[in-house]
């Protein structure tokens, strides 16, 4: 069966209009979603851990007592850790202790308070703190990613936050004989959350879980940031609690564009595209390159790798469904189309990859050369694989140290910045009808 | 009439329950509202520029043919400054250099790129850009507040923003003689927008004009973010798209804190009580300090001073409404119960305030010492007057430069690299069975 994997050209005259149809995509707003998810919080918000307890046992299919018998006690999660295969373990280490180093730089490079003083010795600064209580949300199910633990733990822990609490639904299998009462626990999203430095970890999810982070329950601190990705329920319950506590973003389907100069082995280039395509069939994977006997041969490539990957089907509906090789006119064109898309993972596949890195404006974030696939950055590079979708990048940013820290403006005017200060404060205070502003500063002039 | 302010004392055996009332406050969400902003929308991105004249003409009375019309041209904006009065230009001025040059050492202080390379030759780095383009609401009417203009739009300036849009509705005056069918436009808000830099001007607002902004329309850029304060329409709006652009937080009432250790002259502390108060009657103002007699020094002042306010019936309802005068055991006990609060703006009115301001975890600006009124900072101390509010300051931030950039991961993983990244990152990707992300990894090993 041939792959239906459309082919562009930016030449073509149709082209900018086939060009919308591949781009378009738009999370739909699924109402009776959003009614549900708004009576979870409310009763979350009203009856705290009864709530919570009947939620689990309804959706997951997990009963208990109290939702004390619900957290994972941090003993279990490092007996999960030292019970993975050595191998595992030290993967796992290893991701863990680059992801580390490179969010400790971003701290240094702009994590860090600062003041001066100006020339009447006015003091002016930011003091830079870490939040005090973070929620980690990690799908369960067979969606279950310890690296995501790892990238969104890890930037929490580097910030100096007092307390990071994971939360992961464990739904009980209904299909097999191993069911357990407790539902099934990932052992490396339980070592990965001992790697990271997780607090404390609790079995629930969906928007329950979501709503006890926000409000609090007897049992469930109350947290003032919550990140991670979640079902349509979890990003719903995100959105609407927004502003009682702070999130990241809302994260639509994974993306990758590769930027190609035909100098990379297709085979490769073939296999990345496949890497953003096996994670779900709404997944984009999007090849720019002007080199059209090129496409052709990643185009062989594809046909050629695709049956032998036991995530064909998913693959394969993502790339009929979402994907394109796109030939362009040059290199340049094809940097200006990825500004376009602004995509979440963007592979500058060149043998000169520092010529057109400059020209990319917008990604989430940018592998540079043939030797970078995504998914070494996905698993252990350094760098946050959370990252912007759907074109978010033209105004978002990986998830970060930034994220679990937040900043307060220091001003300390001196007797003397207070005369020029008070003066024009004063005059702009009169300007906008704000009279006890004005007087508050005349009140530091000298008379 | 004597002012109902309430008193508190934290030894008091009801202390807790009467403070959980001061401070108990949550955004009714109205549900009329939210339906209303959906619909105008909904509508502002089917029909564009027609659905926007015609909201522009039923909501602020202002009558045009076009959306070109309601431009204001950026020669207007310049009349506006030269127009002003010689003391409003030079502080405005003033202002707006000082505010530049506190947001340029933020800038410094973490709005650059960085990299590095580890031993094996691979780079990492984050590459930060500014926004290509912004939209700043600037609210009309009554309360149009030229200080917010420079506090939006100057940081963007300084981002290195390429477009800013500013909307700001023109409605038309109903009770006096003097309608202008372009409704009235405030020469100060006009004046600022020249000075910050804002590029496009368009005398709209609402609802409308956030949907404007967020999908664009024929006449009206397209913007990435969108920041500024509004009215309930406008924040329900702004809360509507985001995720189709970013935007800063959506504001509550106006707050702050007193820490007072007795040493201010009194009225000093009443006026910049007044100074919040003045704003809104859901304001907030309260005074936190140890030692009784001083607040009973306070307390005179207030009583002395209110008469003599113009805005003396907004001060009185937010006083009596929401204000509260508390007496704690220490300075300690008041900088532990301001961490509860998390204000907006914080005031360490104390002879010594270095000595608490370690002790200070939560709040968006931090006024140190006796000449430091807070009016000072809304004005032209240099720091950013937009400050989360409602205990938002747990985990937001001023507005600054870095609301008007993003990041971008730099990742190029040299040939040796690879070899040892290649095998972490497969050992995980396996364990998450993801093997497209194994293969592509194995692919870059040597064999």
Known sequence: MTLALRQLATAAADFEAEFQRVLHWSAETDHAIEARVAEILADVQARGDAAVLEYT?????????????????????????????????????????????????????????????DEDGTLLGQKVTPLDRVGIYVPGGKAAYPSSVLMNAIPAQVAGVGEIVMVVPTPARKDGPSADARGERNPLVLAAAFVAGVHRAFTIGGAQAVGALAYGTATIPAVHKITGPGNAYVASAKRRVFGTVGIDMIAGPSEILVLADGTTPPDWVAMDLFSQAEHDELAQSILLCPDAEYIGRVRAEIERLLPGMPRRDVIRASLEGRGALIHTRSMEEACAISNRIAPEHLEVSSCDPHRWEPLLRHAGAIFLGAFTSESLGDYCAGPNHVLPTSGTARFSS?????????????????????QTLGRIAAELAYGEGLQAHAQAAELRLKR
């Open 57 to 117: 046992a309804r959706f997951d299919g997990v009963q208990a007592d109290t939702v004390a018998a619900l957290e994972i006690p941090r003993g279990e999660l490092e007996a999960a850790f030292e019970g993975l295969p050595e191998a595992q373990r030290s993967a796992l280490e290893a991701a863990a202790r680059r992801v580390r180093a490179y969010h400790e730089r971003q701290l240094e490079a702009g994590g860090r308070s600062w003041s001066y003083r």
């Open 398 to 418: 990986p998830l970060g140290v930034y994220d679990f820290q937040k900043r307060s403006s220091l001003i300390e005017v001196s007797e003397a910045g207070a």
